[in-house]
């Protein structure tokens, strides 16, 4: 374990967070999770997603830096403006998700990531991309509730891909407020198994529900 901890903080050398020498793995996936709440900028997305590849590099048995250099891509690829990055930041993403999955093949929370990186294959080109990666995502976050079904943001993104398909196949507000408002519950009573667990969701979840969805109260 030493010889890994020695590993972990060579590698992280120059990094602020990163300077003490009784840092273990636990300890500074911890600061970078906090840094990760507090990152709105696609600079902010970038350097954090260097941080957590590298431990992931480090800690190769482990799914939680995989999942957070992931979702740092994911984000990147929503503020971004440049619509070439945007799929080469969420190719990034997959190619992480992928490792991650292959660590842990049960695991909810990775599905679920895959499926918010086909919705944002969706957002980028939503004409020619809709129907395919809508159909991509119910399939993964289904999956996931296989493995958890208290996990309140398979509901959250079920409710999104219900909300921004056409009325004719069953989409629409008047369905999506059924996720939302289910997605509300889990989340009250959701307690995170572990503290590197992924908490977001709930206010996000909120604000969708509460533009959407007046009329489902």
């Known amino acids: 374990m030493k010889v890994k901890?020695?590993?972990?903080?060579?590698?992280?050398?120059?990094?602020?967070?990163?300077?003490?020498?009784?840092?273990?793995?636990?300890t500074i996936m911890v600061k970078q999770k906090k840094a990760f709440r507090m990152a709105r900028t696609e600079k902010d997305f970038q350097d954090l997603a260097g941080n957590f590849e590298?431990?992931?590099?480090?800690?190769t048995d482990q799914w939680?830096?995989?999942?957070?250099?992931?979702?740092?891509?994911?984000?990147?690829?929503?503020?971004?403006?440049?619509?070439?990055?945007?799929?080469?930041?969420?190719?990034?993403?997959?190619?992480?998700?992928?490792?991650?999955?292959?660590?842990?093949?049960?695991?909810?929370?990775?599905?679920?990531l895959q499926g918010l990186i086909y919705q944002g294959r969706i957002q980028i080109d939503p004409q020619q991309?809709?129907?395919?990666?809508?159909?991509?995502?119910?399939?993964?976050?289904?999956?996931?509730?296989?493995?958890?079904?208290?996990?309140?943001?398979?509901?959250?993104?079920?409710?999104?891909?219900?909300?921004h398909s056409p009325r004719s196949i069953g989409g629409g507000p008047d369905i999506a407020c059924n996720y939302f408002k289910k997605a509300a519950e889990k989340f009250e009573k959701y307690i995170a198994p572990h503290v590197l667990s992924p908490t977001w969701g709930a206010e996000e979840n909120e604000n969708v529900y509460t533009?959407?969805?007046h009329n489902n109260k």
């Open 5 to 26: 901890i020695t590993a972990l903080l060579i590698l992280y050398l120059g990094v602020n967070a990163f300077t003490q020498d009784n840092q273990d793995y636990m």
């Open 54 to 59: 590298r431990i992931a590099g480090a800690e």
């Open 64 to 112: 939680h830096p995989l999942y957070y250099a992931a979702f740092c891509y994911v984000n990147m690829s929503f503020v971004s403006k440049d619509i070439v990055k945007k799929d080469v930041y969420l190719d990034k993403a997959q190619e992480l998700i992928d490792r991650a999955i292959e660590i842990y093949p049960e695991e909810s929370e990775l599905f679920v």
């Open 129 to 163: 991309r809709g129907k395919t990666y809508a159909m991509k995502a119910n399939e993964v976050l289904n999956k996931a509730k296989e493995f958890n079904s208290d996990n309140p943001r398979i509901y959250y993104l079920l409710g999104l891909n219900v909300l």
């Open 211 to 213: 533009q959407n969805c």
